[in-house]
């Protein structure tokens, strides 16, 4: 009978591989390549099911078995323990160095229910801080779905010192928990969980303390944020493209401010380790020109706020850095919103302005403003605002109605409106 003729022959012949090679079913890890680590992957498939995951090479193939692909949904990739490109060097204590790949195939098909991988992984790369890049960290809670949070760790320390990595996240399962929460990104560095710093503990001990920690854990992330001096440095307006997933949030909140005597879209708040966090080049305080081409000038912040939301791949801006934008704005001090900026210029007399000129100042022609610009910015619908709420504050005094009752609409919160309101992040 010739060789994998049929499935009884072929099992037969894996098995006599299999005792061959286990006179060799613990490796040394002096065999693991100078930037590979190594770790032990346990998984449990029911009889019948396959792990959902393809293997490439062997012996009579290029290069050592490996993963070529793990299966959306499928068993492996549900455990969170392995990465495509991870070489797969025994299965259930066999050496696969001699297998052909049909046997590794047949091997991982008929292993049994509890399936044992050992797996050689490259070393993550080591972020050095300084060199254009600055560390900052962020709190993240993660709820598990089954027995994992949705991503792969590898690094942890190491007999040897070269080999010695932070806990580095290297891989986000698509659908799952860490994704669906967005703040999570492959190459941030796991500092804590729960409290239990991991510093200095084993790739084995930070997988452990992760499996045994209750259904929600709070994580500790380091993550590298781009220094872009560019933007420090800028004398104008600059074109900022940042790269982005489909469906996935940019990470800032929008607000309006005048800009001489214009309405414009501000970034108000940037969302810790968010894209646009992370890119180095968007700050609260920016002015926001143009999305993808299309002007802001007469934008409303609903319009802005969905335009860049519907961005996908790469958004790109043109943006006013707020060091730039700061002078226009009489040099609002930081920390003060952009009403109190305006409480001068609509209540109390300017310099070469009297006092009645002052009080009409929002229905007279100002000096060098066209009369038509300025009604629009100042009468349209403000977010959550009902236009005829709006209208009587900013005009003239209306009958029944003095100054000061009149003021208190600018600067303060209005009836219904809550102005700690939670951002609607973009």
């Known amino acids: 009978m010739k060789r994998g003729r049929d499935g009884i022959n072929k099992n037969r ?44 090479g062997g012996i009579d193939k290029d290069g050592k078995p490996r993963v070529s692909n793990l299966r959306q949904g499928g068993i492996a990739a549900r455990s969170d323990q392995l990465n495509v490109g991870d070489y797969i060097r025994a299965v259930n204590g066999i050496n696969l160095s001699k297998f052909r790949h049909d ?23 080591v972020s050095v801080q300084g060199s254009g890049v600055v560390f900052k960290n962020v709190e993240v809670t993660l709820h598990k779905d089954g027995n994992s949070f949705g991503f792969v760790i590898r690094g942890g320390a190491h ?18 928990p860490a994704d669906r ?10 500092l804590s969980i729960d409290g239990i710093r991991l510093h200095g503990n084993t790739l084995s001990e930070a997988m452990s303390i992760l ?69 180095g080049a968007l700050h609260a305080g920016d002015h926001i020109l143009s999305v993808d081409g299309k002007s802001m000038e007469f934008c ?21 850095p707020q060091h730039q934008a700061r002078p226009a704005l009489n040099a609002p001090q930081h920390g003060i919103h952009t009403q109190h900026q305006a409480r001068p210029a609509l209540n109390a007399p300017q310099q070469g302005v009297n006092t009645h000129q002052a ?4 229905n007279a022609p100002q000096h060098g403003i066209n009369t038509q610009q300025a009604r629009p910015a100042l009468n349209a619908p403000q977010h959550g605002i009902n236009k005829h709420q709006a209208r009587p504050a900013l005009n003239a005094p209306q009958h029944g109605i003095n100054t000061h009752q009149a003021r208190p609409a600018l600067n303060a919160p209005q009836h219904g409106i809550n102005t700690h309101t939670r951002p609607n992040w973009a």
């Open 103 to 125: 046997e590794i195939i047949s091997l991982l098909k008929n292993v049994g229910e509890r399936v044992v991988l050992e797996v050689e992984y490259e070393l993550p790369p």
């Open 359 to 362: 009080k009409l100042g929002l």
């Open 181 to 190: 929460e967005g703040t999570v990104k492959p190459g941030d560095r796991l």
């Open 300 to 320: 409303s912040l609903a319009e802005a706020t969905q335009l860049l939301s519907a961005s996908c791949q790469t958004v790109r801006m043109e943006i006013l």
């Open 211 to 279: 499996k045994q920690c209750g259904q929600e854990a709070t994580l500790l992330l380091e993550y590298d944020v781009s220094v872009m001096d560019s933007v420090a440095t800028a004398s104008g307006p600059l074109l900022v493209e940042v790269a982005k997933a489909t469906g996935s949030s940019l990470g800032v909140a929008l607000s309006t401010s005048m800009f001489c005597s214009k309405q414009v879209i501000v970034i108000d708040k940037v969302k810790p380790a968010s894209i646009a966090d992370r890119c």
């Open 13 to 56: 012949k894996c098995r006599e591989r299999a005792s061959r090679a286990l006179t060799s079913t613990c490796l040394c890890p002096c065999d693991v390549d100078e930037f590979r680590g190594c770790s032990v992957v346990e998984l449990m498939k029911k009889e019948g099911t396959t792990l959902g995951l393809t293997v490439s």
């Open 159 to 176: 007999e040897d010192r070269n080999k010695s990595r932070p806990i580095v996240i290297t891989t986000v399962r698509p659908g799952g």
